[in-house]
């Protein structure tokens, strides 16, 4: 379930981003999931899966939660129940406390390209990834929300994590 993987960087850019957080702050409250990811993970759900064409089985990140200056090794599974084509995009914003430091739409099937993945993407999918999280990231709370979406506006999944460094 490739497309986790695809967050992460994502994730860390904008975390390793994060010196620059003198962003104009906004009050936009993030979505508070009750629906906890399968697995050892920070992740909720944004609302009820059952609605996502992306069945996802578990996540497990070690160590959980993230640790700064340390590897981070991510094993996900999941099933894209419906075909992922091209256009399909990740509406993502990151925020540190209040402050968003990013707020973006990704196109789904370029980013697959750094996890040498391709749309169409169809049926069970299995990866592990392992990434360094930079020393350098300044502590507090971190909310990262990812809506993920087909170019028709079908809902593939919808991730919402709290960390704290
Ligand atoms: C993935 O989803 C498809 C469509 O719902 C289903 O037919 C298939 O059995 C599922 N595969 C797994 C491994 O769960
Ligand atoms: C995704 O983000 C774009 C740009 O901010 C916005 O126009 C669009 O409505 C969002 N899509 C959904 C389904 O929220």
Not at 64 to 73: A, F
Not at 123 to 133: M, R, W
């Amino acid at each position: 379930m490739k497309f986790i993987l695809t967050l992460a960087p994502l994730f860390l850019s904008s975390l390793a981003a994060s010196k620059s957080f003198l962003y104009a702050a906004n009050q936009q409250t993030l979505v508070n999931g009750d629906f906890s990811v399968p697995g050892e993970n920070p992740l909720n759900f944004c609302n009820d899966p059952d609605s996502y064409s992306l069945t996802i089985d578990n996540v497990d990140l070690e160590p959980n939660p993230p640790e700064k200056g340390k590897e981070l090794l991510i094993k996900a599974r999941g099933n894209f129940t419906e075909k992922v084509e091209q256009d399909a995009y990740i509406n993502l914003s990151v925020k540190y406390g209040l402050i968003t430091l990013i707020h973006t739409k990704a196109d789904l099937c370029e980013q697959m390209k750094q996890v040498d993945e391709e749309c169409p993407l169809n049926g069970a999918k299995v990866f592990t990834k392992s990434v360094t999280l930079p020393k350098e990231i300044p502590p507090g709370a971190y909310s990262v929300l990812a809506d993920v979406y087909t170019k028709n506006d079908r809902q593939i999944t919808c991730l919402e994590a709290k960390v704290r460094f």
